[in-house]
């Protein structure tokens, strides 16, 4: 590990030799705009730059673009169906390694927030021309390895030169039509239950000034590079009427997606919230991601936020990369699943709970 | 009053950017310009925090002048 570690770090720091052939030492998260997730288009732009444009129908289609949902799903037969993702972001790590690992757990997520397995998986990537192979391949080698890991197979891909690297998945799943988890089956007295800490974007944007400790920058690479695979597993088990992952659009954005979609409220004891200590004083030093503000833009007029502060509200609104799921789960089963979780995902936490929604705001946090 | 022009910069930089001048200074009035609109929300952030009044104001479009005053 340390070994590679360094080959991709030094493979990094020779890319970029100026023109006297001296060392620019650019990193490749230099080479990106945007941290990770936090790239993703906004959820309110993204409805105006769709409107207008027809949306096909199909009986089979068990799960489309309107719902917002994390994957789309196709009933193949009554026993099965077929879950279907892409997604890709600019590099969110120095290590080449380590940036292929967290793209490739996080669109694998997607296929996990559905309650199916991932099967299929092909490569998304732009690079450089410039790029020195060896990190290319060790980019495609974190892919490779995450893939393995959730038991799928790599079956190709698509590449490009592109002046910003850019590195992903395109993941087919299967799941049980019976099994299917929505974001929108949500009922009133059912737990909330979330499975990794947050403050992954207020890190990373920090990284890029080199603000964060080793030890911290460490922690959220293992988060982030963390499948969910061992938390989709444990949850099939029981009693969950709704499941997402909290990425791009952030805690409060995926809990407002969640309460509007099964026309709930949700309540959150933000005391139970799990993140990375340093975001908190980040956040108050304003190194803050944009996509942040435009997630708070986006929902706050949904939110109570009572009397919790304005940095564990930034932490709310942040936008995760390969970020935990959230699970609303039959009151009768949310301690058995949290007993069972606990053991193999130990950031697993129970944070609120869904009420009935009489009007207002959606989500109140307390 | 001193003056950081921060334009051209993109988050995380115009922020550290003052929060150096802050740090080295501690001016009482100080002026920043900046053209990203997440820059504007995280020095606002940054100087409330310090104890700063912030005003905004925008100008040339999409280029804005932050005064920071205590």
Redesign the interface.
């Known amino acids: 590990m340390e070994e590679r570690k360094k080959r991709g770090i030094q493979v990094m720091e020779d890319m970029r030799m100026d023109q006297n052939g001296v060392k620019d030492n650019v990193k490749l998260t230099k080479l990106s705009?945007c941290a990770g997730c936090g790239a993703k288009v906004g959820a309110g732009v993204l409805a105006k730059l769709l409107s207008d444009i027809k949306v096909h129908r199909d009986p089979n289609l068990l799960v489309g673009f309107d719902k917002s949902d994390d994957a789309s799903v196709y009933k193949i037969s009554d026993e099965l169906a077929l879950v279907q993702t892409v997604d890709f972001f600019p590099p969110i790590a120095d290590d080449p390694y380590i940036y292929g690992a967290i793209a490739a757990a996080n669109a694998l997520s997607d296929v996990y927030a559905m309650g199916g397995e991932p099967r299929l998986a092909q490569n998304i990537m732009a690079v450089p021309e410039k790029m020195p192979s060896e990190a290319v391949h060790e980019i495609l080698k974190g892919g490779y390895d995450k893939v393995y890991e959730a038991g799928a197979l790599i079956t190709g891909g698509h590449s490009i030169f592109d002046d910003e690297p850019k590195y992903g998945l395109a993941v087919t799943g299967f799941v049980h039509p019976k099994g299917l988890l929505t974001n929108s089956g949500a009922r009133p007295s059912d737990v909330l239950i979330f499975t990794k800490p947050l403050g992954m974007g207020i890190i990373s944007?920090?990284m890029?000034?080199d603000l964060v400790s080793d030890e911290t920058r460490e922690r959220a690479y293992e988060i982030m590079m963390t499948l969910n695979k061992k938390a989709r597993d444990i949850m099939v088990k029981y009693r969950v009427h709704a499941c997402t992952d909290v990425t791009g659009f952030g805690m409060l954005g995926h809990l407002l997606e969640m309460a509007q979609g099964s026309n709930v409220c949700i309540r959150i004891r933000t005391d139970s919230v799990d993140y990375i200590e340093e975001a908190l004083e980040f956040?108050?030093?304003?190194?803050?991601?944009?996509g942040m503000?435009r997630n708070r833009s986006f929902a706050q007029e949904w939110v109570d936020e009572g009397s919790v502060s304005l940095e564990i509200q930034d932490i709310l609104y942040d936008p995760q990369t390969s970020g935990g799921l959230l699970m609303a789960v039959d009151p009768d089963d949310a301690r058995l699943l949290y007993e069972e979780l606990k053991g193999q995902v130990p950031s697993a936490r129970i944070i609120g709970e869904i009420g009935a929604y009489k009007g207002g705001k959606r989500i109140f946090l307390y | 009053m001193k003056q950081i022009d921060a334009r051209g910069y993109i988050c995380p930089t115009p922020v550290l950017m003052v929060q150096k001048e802050v740090k080295d200074s501690a001016p009482s009035e100080l002026e920043v310009l900046v053209d990203d609109r997440c820059a504007v929300e995280n020095v606002t952030r940054f100087g409330t925090n310090q104890g700063y009044a912030v005003t905004t104001e925008s100008y040339n479009g999409d280029e804005f002048k932050l005064t920071l005053k205590k």
């Open positions: 705009k944007t920090a890029k000034a956040a108050r030093l304003g190194i803050l991601p944009a503000y």
